[in-house]
């Protein structure tokens, strides 16, 4: 009962992790795309920041519960690399969509008037992609579908790669006193700032299919799912990738060489006894996005 009430609790603050990233997130590309002049065209910065404080907001609000994955490629690579229990993955990937599919709930009934006017203006219809980029993301200008899934391993690596560091208990250098939140934040603000033109620098499977999801149903159809040039894989397999590619570089060739001490102190995977990461350690966060043309 205790442990399924725990799983339970843990769940819950996952989909709430999600809900506030995507609320937040989603929201901004909102106030970029449907609103003429734009606040953000001239103030691109402002868009990664909220989307990077989204995301410490929501660590310092569910972090002590679930650890804040709040990230299907975060927690793919700490099942991997760190312990995290494998039975737990799935219901938290559930979670997550689950969580991001309210996100975008919420934004749309805080826009849909806005989105329906941009459209009208625009001569858009939603499913010809009329504000789809307030909800989910597509490749940039040049940018082709196989280019894209590179972007997403790539980007996603360095994020995971970031979070992996700055939780790691056994890296003297990392951020102290509850700060990793904020550090983790500006790593997706810092990865949006420099590559989010991209293709609107998605980072994780679900900040991107649970709005299109949404998205879909009210609408946006052929946009959404196959979405541009059959996009809609690619931002769920280039971050689940990237996120193991990031992670296993962190574990594998950087861990080893921090100072080592209370490494001797821990339990070996021999034994069967994997200790569990700390709290902090688990504390990690999301991604970012903003449209295809805020990029």
């Given at each position: 009962?205790?442990?399924?009430?725990?799983?339970?609790?843990?769940?819950?603050?996952?989909?709430?992790?999600?809900?506030?990233?995507?609320?937040?997130?989603?929201?901004?590309?909102?106030?970029?795309?449907l609103y003429e002049p734009s606040p953000y065209r001239n103030a691109y910065w402002g868009v990664c920041m909220t989307w990077g404080f989204a995301t410490s907001i929501a660590i310092y609000v569910t972090g002590?519960?679930?650890?804040?994955?709040?990230?299907?490629?975060?927690?793919?690579?700490?099942?991997?690399?760190?312990?995290?229990?494998?039975?737990?993955?799935?219901?938290?990937?559930?979670?997550?969509?689950?969580?991001?599919?309210?996100?975008?709930?919420?934004?749309?009934?805080?826009?849909?008037t806005v989105i329906d006017n941009f459209n009208t203006a625009q001569h858009l219809a939603r499913a010809e992609g009329g504000a789809a980029a307030v909800f989910f993301t597509a490749p940039g200008n040049s940018?082709?579908?196989?280019?894209?899934?590179?972007?997403?391993?790539?980007?996603?690596?360095?994020?995971?790669?970031?979070?992996?560091?700055?939780?790691?208990?056994?890296?003297?250098?990392?951020?102290?006193?509850?700060?990793?939140?904020?550090?983790?934040?500006?790593?997706?603000?810092?990865?949006?700032?420099?590559?989010?033109?991209?293709?609107?620098?998605?980072?994780?499977?679900?900040?991107?299919?649970?709005?299109?999801?949404?998205?879909?149903?009210?609408?946006?159809?052929?946009?959404?799912?196959?979405?541009?040039?059959?996009?809609?894989?690619?931002?769920?397999?280039?971050?689940?990738?990237?996120?193991?590619?990031?992670?296993?570089?962190?574990?594998?060739?950087?861990?080893?060489?921090?100072?080592?001490?209370?490494?001797?102190?821990?339990?070996?995977?021999?034994?069967?006894?994997?200790?569990?990461?700390?709290?902090?350690?688990?504390?990690?966060?999301?991604?970012?996005?903003?449209?295809?043309?805020?990029?």
């Amino acid at each position: 009962m205790g442990r399924h009430h725990d799983l339970v609790g843990e769940l819950m603050f996952e989909a709430i992790a999600m809900t506030i990233i995507i609320t937040f997130g989603c929201s901004v590309a909102a106030m970029y795309i449907l609103y003429e002049p734009s606040p953000y065209r001239n103030a691109y910065w402002g868009v990664c920041m909220t989307w990077g404080f989204a995301t410490s907001i929501a660590i310092y609000v569910t972090g002590a519960v679930s650890g804040t994955h709040a990230n299907p490629a975060v927690t793919l690579s700490l099942a991997v690399f760190r312990g995290f229990a494998w039975h737990k993955v799935l219901p938290y990937w559930i979670a997550q969509l689950a969580g991001a599919f309210l996100g975008a709930a919420i934004v749309y009934s805080l826009y849909y008037t806005v989105i329906d006017n941009f459209n009208t203006a625009q001569h858009l219809a939603r499913a010809e992609g009329g504000a789809a980029a307030v909800f989910f993301t597509a490749p940039g200008n040049s940018i082709t579908p196989a280019k894209a899934l590179l972007d997403e391993i790539i980007l996603t690596a360095f994020l995971v790669f970031g979070i992996f560091a700055v939780t790691d208990e056994f890296n003297t250098m990392a951020p102290r006193a509850n700060f990793g939140a904020i550090v983790i934040g500006l790593i997706v603000a810092v990865i949006g700032a420099s590559a989010g033109y991209l293709e609107a620098w998605a980072l994780n499977p679900a900040r991107d299919f649970g709005p299109r999801l949404f998205a879909w149903l009210l609408g946006w159809d052929r946009a959404a799912f196959p979405g541009v040039s059959n996009y809609w894989w690619v931002p769920i397999a280039g971050p689940l990738i990237g996120g193991l590619v990031g992670g296993g570089a962190q574990h594998l060739l950087i861990r080893p060489f921090y100072p080592h001490e209370k490494r001797m102190m821990l339990p070996t995977r021999k034994s069967g006894a994997i200790r569990r990461s700390s709290r902090a350690e688990r504390s990690i966060g999301a991604n970012g996005h903003a449209d295809r043309h805020s990029r």
